[in-house]
């Protein structure tokens, strides 16, 4: 199984980058596909995830209606697009798959398996 984020860099203040993840050695559809992200010195969070089969989705409170995941079966890929970004974005933001039990551990990093080598988010003037 292979995660592989793309799509990061610098961008400034109110500016929008889109984050691409796309899976091999399994199908997006059938796991739960999280979007994390950890700050120098923090603990990694979640920000967005996309639940297997129905796609429910979880947004932090951080990113509501300024972020927005979303799947594309034909290239097994998960995308978060982010808009409005602020510098308290800047981080580096991970792709995650895996089985959590329901929407309740959704957002627990524990819950998921496979994990991306990750990608810099960058947003400063």
């Known amino acids: 199984v292979q995660l592989v984020e793309s799509g990061g860099g610098l961008v400034q203040p109110g500016g929008s980058l889109r984050l691409s993840c796309t899976a091999s050695?399994?199908?997006?559809?059938?796991?739960?596909i999280g979007w994390f992200r950890q700050a120098p010195g923090k603990e990694r969070e979640a920000v967005s995830c996309?639940?297997?089969?129905?796609?429910?989705?979880y947004y932090a409170d951080s990113v509501k209606g300024r972020f927005t995941i979303s799947r594309d079966s034909a290239k097994n890929t998960v995308y978060l697009q982010m808009n409005s970004l602020k510098p308290e974005d800047t981080a580096v933001y991970y792709c995650?798959?895996?089985?959590?039990?329901?929407?309740?551990?959704?957002?627990?990093?524990?819950?998921?398996?496979?994990w991306g080598q990750g990608t810099q988010v960058t947003v400063s003037s």
């Open positions: 995650a798959a895996g089985l959590p039990y329901g929407m309740k551990y959704i957002s627990t990093p524990n819950a998921y398996d496979y």
């Open positions: 050695g399994l199908t997006v559809e059938d796991y739960a």
């Open positions: 996309v639940n297997k089969n129905d796609g429910s989705t």
